[in-house]
């Protein structure tokens, strides 16, 4: 699990050497590889995309601010990798709630066959978890597919160029979520505790 990118720290290249890293199936506790956040960041790639480079290397926090930002509609793609979030760190009803928001979506539709199928699969995560049970590295393939299916759909949607100005992807939840938020992260109603 080698920290080094090319001197370029192309996509193309940090996407490969992220596919190298433990699958983010499981609560990681924190970033695989911290080296390489500041590299994911650097890219300065769509803010969908950046969030899928995070979540691939387990980063969480980097992956949560970016998401924050765009968790209503017409950002679908951000919408449903918050939910991919929260199964990774192990907060499966926020998960569920999530894939449910997105479950008619097209870039949803492009990883599950139903919004059951997507469900079934947080249900064998938090098993795995809680009780120990299932296969861990069909799991995580499945995990890591997931995660690949939504960037595949980013790129084509958003490509991966460069973004000058990230704030463009960035839109207002309605007012409820906006106060739901805003419980969640000061009210103490939330899973983490900050």
């Not at 209503?72 to 991919?84: S, T, V």
Request: aromatic share 8%; net charge neutral.
């Amino acid at each position: 699990m080698s920290s080094t990118i090319s001197s370029s720290g192309n996509f193309d290249d940090l996407y490969a050497q992220l596919l190298t890293l433990r699958a983010p199936l499981l609560p990681p506790g924190k970033a695989t590889d911290t080296k390489l956040t500041d590299k994911i960041s650097s890219l300065y790639i769509h803010p969908t995309l950046e969030a899928a480079f995070h979540l691939l290397n387990c980063d969480l926090p980097s992956a949560h601010f970016l998401v924050r930002h765009m968790q209503a509609a017409p950002m679908f793609e951000a919408m449903y990798l918050h939910g991919i979030l929260h199964r990774i760190e192990g907060d499966y009803d926020n998960a569920r709630a999530w894939y449910g928001n997105v479950a008619d979506t097209e870039v949803f539709r492009k990883s599950w066959s139903s919004k059951e199928k997507g469900l079934e699969f947080i249900g064998k995560v938090e098993a795995l978890n809680k009780k120990r049970e299932g296969d861990k590295k069909a799991l995580e393939a499945r995990s890591v597919d997931e995660i690949k299916t939504v960037i595949k759909h980013c790129v084509e949607k958003f490509g991966s160029a460069q973004v000058q100005d990230a704030s463009v992807a960035w839109v207002q939840p309605e007012e409820e979520h906006r106060k739901m938020g805003q419980e969640m992260v000061s009210g103490g109603k939330g899973f983490r505790n900050f």
